[in-house]
């Protein structure tokens, strides 16, 4: 089972930007395909941004798209989300996700193996 820590979430106006982080131990990385979600107060979690194990193909929830980059290096363990362009409705804890397919283009949370802890996003208008 891979153990996955996300870092790099914060506070930040309306149009700005941020990188998340979510570095990976345990079973080899590489093999995963990964997932980004997040869950705002009162909602349920949603689809972010999936990337597949070798990085080759991306996916994205429409409400981010052209916003959201998923990008991955497997060298480093560790796959990324940069945000542009943030808007107050992005505001959630984002989780990262680990799925044993490794060309899978699930958005399904149930779907996803290993999750980590979350990173609070706080987007002020």
């Known amino acids: 089972q891979v153990q996955l820590v996300e870092s790099g979430g914060g506070l930040v106006q309306a149009g700005g930007s941020l990188r998340l982080s979510c570095a990976a131990s345990g079973r080899a990385f590489c093999t995963y395909a990964m997932g980004w979600f997040r869950q705002a107060p009162g909602k349920e979690r949603e689809f972010v941004a999936g990337?597949?194990?070798?990085?080759?193909?991306?996916y994205y929830a429409e409400s981010v798209k052209g916003r959201f980059t998923i990008y991955r290096d497997n060298a480093k363990n560790t796959v990324y989300l940069q945000m542009v362009s943030l808007k107050p409705e992005d505001t959630a804890v984002y989780y990262c996700?680990?799925?044993?397919?490794?060309?899978?283009?699930?958005?399904?949370?149930?779907?996803?193996?290993?999750w980590g802890q979350g990173t609070q996003v706080t987007v002020s208008s």
């Open positions: 990337i597949t194990w070798g990085g080759g193909t991306t």
């Open positions: 996700a680990a799925h044993r397919r490794q060309h899978t283009t699930s958005r399904a949370a149930l779907d996803y193996d290993a």
